[in-house]
């Protein structure tokens, strides 16, 4: 099967109609450790950053932890015994000791618990961050014993997705300021909360963060990485154009056309109702109509809506009607982790498990392909063999993607050579 979807690209091109330049470019920012530093303060510390969804957590004392290597930080996400969402520094008040890890304290764990316990001289605090025991009262010094408590992470929820703020004086500004008007109100109505079903895949790789972005923002590869998933070839005309390219604000789209329902390339597929992106068993109505924001053009055969958020968070709608998260995590200059969190409705017999995880499978096969690439790149770019790129039409967000990268890091810089002066 080769199946060409329809071009709905701009006469001028992406490029022009972004109004963005068209030199060559550098990848360096994707090379350098002493940029990757620059990234952990101009980037990462004033951005939100999604930690999970709060249905992830949804009885009192249900916890989870959420490791953030780039600004060397842990915090805690519990829902409290009134039921509400509240975050934490994972960190014990007393000595600094982590407070919530099993065995490798490097690692995310998740429970369910009254108080957190701190594994060093056991005091605990409740899920609102309170005092709950105090070890060995009688030795404390002026009450201090009694004012720990632990300390509060600023967060926001919107449509169910946790995001906190790790700029020590604060967020610089709200969540709703921070992902633009556009998409605050864009996504209403979408009920989110009926894909509890959660499948989660972890995976590190020895490359650059905004590798994987890059990968993930352009299908002009598809033909050439997924030729055979999808029964596609490279060839001179594309397989896969874009539908729709949006860029608000730092924050990027795009949405693509449906291979159809009765497309099947293997007889796999069509004995378990499942294809490489989902599965093929009819969705809930509510869940196959796409929010605003997701779908601009209104396109009726949608087959991928994928959003780019600001600097490392992706949300992405898939047909029939399920979606998925991807955070791409620094680790070091060429170190990252990758996350994808798939949401789809819990499965109501056998056929629709089956269909489920083995679209799973299948999908995980077409992000392995995309993943097993970013070595290559990476290993590729610090060669340093060739200084600057071209850039495609089709890759017009990976183009939007640096440039903001760029901006943001000398902005950061000339502020801090303004104060330093
Ligand atoms: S460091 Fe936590 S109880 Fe002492
Ligand atoms: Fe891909």
Redo the contacts with the bound molecule.
């Keep these: 099967m080769t199946q060409i979807f329809k071009s709905n690209r701009p006469e001028e091109g992406w490029t022009k109609k972004f109004k963005l330049d068209r030199a060559l470019i550098s990848f360096e920012d994707m090379i350098s450790e002493d940029f990757f530093e620059l990234e952990r303060e101009a980037i990462f510390r004033p951005s939100w950053l999604y930690v999970g969804r709060a249905d992830r957590i949804k009885q009192p004392g249900q916890y989870f932890t959420k490791e953030i290597e780039v600004l060397k930080q842990s915090v805690l996400v519990v829902r409290n015994k009134d039921e509400q969402v509240r975050v934490f520094h994972n960190v ?6 982590k ?1 919530m890890w099993n065995r490798d304290a490097s690692k995310e764990v998740s429970g369910q618990c009254v108080n957190f316990f ?6 605990q605090f409740d899920t609102d961050g309170n005092l709950a025991v105090l ?1 060995e009262r009688d030795a404390w010094l002026d009450g201090q014993g009694d004012q720990l408590k632990l300390a509060e992470v600023p967060f926001e929820i919107w449509n169910g997705f946790i995001f906190v703020n790790l700029h020590p004086d604060g967020p610089k500004e709200t969540l709703r300021e921070f992902l633009g008007d556009y998409y605050w109100t864009g996504f209403d109505g979408y009920p989110f909360e009926k894909c509890s079903q959660r499948y989660f895949v972890r995976c590190n790789s020895n490359a650059n963060w905004k590798a994987m972005i890059d990968g993930f923002s352009e299908t002009y590869h598809a033909p050439t990485t997924h030729a055979l998933p999808y029964n596609v070839e490279p060839g001179e005309v594309s397989v896969f154009p874009e539908e729709h390219y949006g860029i608000n604000g730092r924050h990027r789209m795009m949405v693509y056309q449906s291979f159809g329902n009765d497309v099947y390339n293997f007889d796999y597929e069509r004995a378990t109702l499942a294809f490489g992106t989902g599965p093929r068993y009819p969705f809930p109505e509510e869940l196959t109509k796409l929010p605003p924001a997701a779908n601009p053009t209104g396109l009726e055969n949608w087959g991928n809506s994928s959003h780019k958020f600001w600097p490392n968070f992706f949300i992405q709608f898939y047909n029939p009607g399920w979606f998925l998260t991807y955070a791409m995590w620094p680790l070091s200059y060429n170190e990252m982790r990758f996350e994808i969190e798939i949401f789809m409705p819990p499965p109501e017999d056998f056929t629709q498990l089956l269909s489920q995880q083995a679209s799973l499978y299948m999908f995980m096969d077409a992000a392995i392909q995309d993943f097993s690439l970013l070595e290559a790149t990476q290993l590729g770019l610090e060669s340093n063999a060739i200084r600057e790129y071209p850039l495609c039409d089709h890759e017009v967000l990976v183009r939007s993607f640096h440039e903001n990268i760029h901006e943001v890091v000398e902005d950061y810089k000339r502020k801090l050579n303004g104060r330093n002066a």
Aim: charged letters at 15%; aromatic letters at 8%.
């Design positions: 014990c008040p007393h000595r600094g000791n407070l701190c594994k060093f001289h056991g005091i070890t």
